[in-house]
């Protein structure tokens, strides 16, 4: 599966974004999905997941209840709406998809797409 992430952009602290990332291919409804970020100078880490069937959806304590994790397999798309930011929110935020893990770490996901920017001001 080929991974394209979009949305990222430059917001004022307090705003919003929403976060998407299409897949290619017809078997995207087979696979986990997370969205991971990395800010300069610090490894990447969990953001949040769901998996192939939406049943199961986990957060990073960080962004729980600003961010809300959500996909549509109609559209091969998993999207991840983001409220409330703050400036340590700033990172280059990725999505990615494995067909066994959901709630993992970064190397425990097989497919990665290229990664989009947020950066927030305060």
């Known amino acids: 599966v080929q991974l394209q992430a979009s949305g990222g952009g430059l917001v004022q602290a307090g705003g919003s974004l929403r976060l998407s990332c299409a897949a290619s291919g017809r078997t995207f409804s087979t696979f986990n999905m997370g969205w991971f970020r990395q800010a300069p100078g610090k490894e990447r880490e969990f953001v949040a997941a769901i998996s192939w069937s939406g049943g199961r959806i986990y957060y990073a304590d960080s962004v729980k209840g600003r961010f809300t994790i959500s996909r549509d397999n109609a559209k091969n798309t998993v999207y991840l709406q983001m409220n409330s930011l703050k400036p340590e929110d700033t990172a280059v935020y990725y999505c990615?998809?494995?067909?066994?893990?959901?709630?993992?770490?970064?190397?425990?996901?097989?497919?990665w797409g290229q990664g989009t920017q947020v950066t927030v001001s305060s």
């Open positions: 990615a998809a494995d067909r066994t893990v959901v709630l993992g770490e970064a190397t425990q996901y097989e497919y």
